[in-house]
Antibody
Framework: QVHLVESGGAVVQPGGSLRLSCEVS????????MHWVRQAPGKGLEWVTV????????HYADSVKGRFTISRDTSKNTLSLEMTSLRPDDTALYYC?????????WGQGTMVTVSS | QAGLTQPPSVSKDLRQTATLTCTGN????????AVWLQQHQGHPPKLLSF???NRPAGISERFSASRSGDTASLTITGLQPEDEADYYC???????????FGGGTKLTVL
């Protein structure tokens, strides 16, 4: 069974940092591009970042470029998202998603709230 | 990064047909095509259609996707109560090297 399980969401103050994790099972992490997609409360989906299969090529949305970093640890089957300089508009449910046939597998998400 | 354009809401009667649209440009929808996702309240999105309008295993034949130029469409036939959900399109933008999403269409089945 293919599963994605996100963790690490929390309430953090503006300017703070947070690291999200996505533990995968049922497939090999390096066989697929992997994404983070977020959804602010009551809003639509917003693509955040992708790491391609070779692990070296990463793309970011302008809204997070320079503040967020995607990475993976294939030995731990874990995808990560390091978030710094957090802002209130980063408040969202963060999903990890596999790009098999497009976004074919999603986790349940982990909530990040940026508030003082 | 401008997103794709979707109508905010569509309402159709039970057992009727709904067609949802998604407009981009030649660098995203017009070049790479669009994928379609369905999201029920409180749940993660589910893939309905991917490149070249293919359906993943387990997705009903009532869902079909198409594209004409820079506009992608998702047609849902024989609407059922469980089709009431938010529908998102997305596409890879080859000029910006980003994925873009539409704002989503809330489908109401009357």
């Amino acid at each position: 069974q293919v599963h994605l399980v996100e963790s690490g969401g929390a309430v953090v103050q503006p300017g703070g940092s947070l690291r999200l994790s996505c533990e995968v099972s049922g497939f090999t992490l390096s066989d697929f591009p992997m994404h983070w997609v977020r959804q602010a409360p009551g809003k639509g989906l917003e693509w955040v970042t992708v790491i391609l299969r070779n692990g070296n090529i990463k793309h970011y949305a302008d809204s997070v470029k320079g503040r967020f970093t995607i990475s993976r640890d294939t030995s731990k089957n874990t995808l990560s998202l390091e978030m710094t300089s957090l802002r209130p508009d980063d408040t969202a449910l963060y999903y990890c998603a596999r790009e098999g046939n497009a976004f074919d597998i999603w986790g349940q998400g982990t909530m990040v709230t940026v508030s003082s | 990064q401008a997103g794709l354009t979707q109508p905010p809401s569509v309402s159709k009667d039970l057992r009727q047909t709904a067609t949802l649209t998604c407009t981009g440009n030649g660098h995203n929808v017009g070049n790479e095509g669009a994928v379609w996702l369905q999201q029920h309240q409180g749940h993660p999105p589910k893939l309905l259609s991917f490149r070249n309008n293919n359906r993943p295993a387990g997705i009903s034949e009532r869902f079909s996707a198409s594209r004409s130029g820079d506009t992608a469409s998702l047609t849902i036939t024989g609407l059922q109560p469980e089709d009431e959900a938010d529908y998102y399109c997305s596409a890879w933008d080859s000029s910006l090297n980003v994925w873009v999403f539409g704002g989503g269409t809330k489908l109401t089945v009357l």
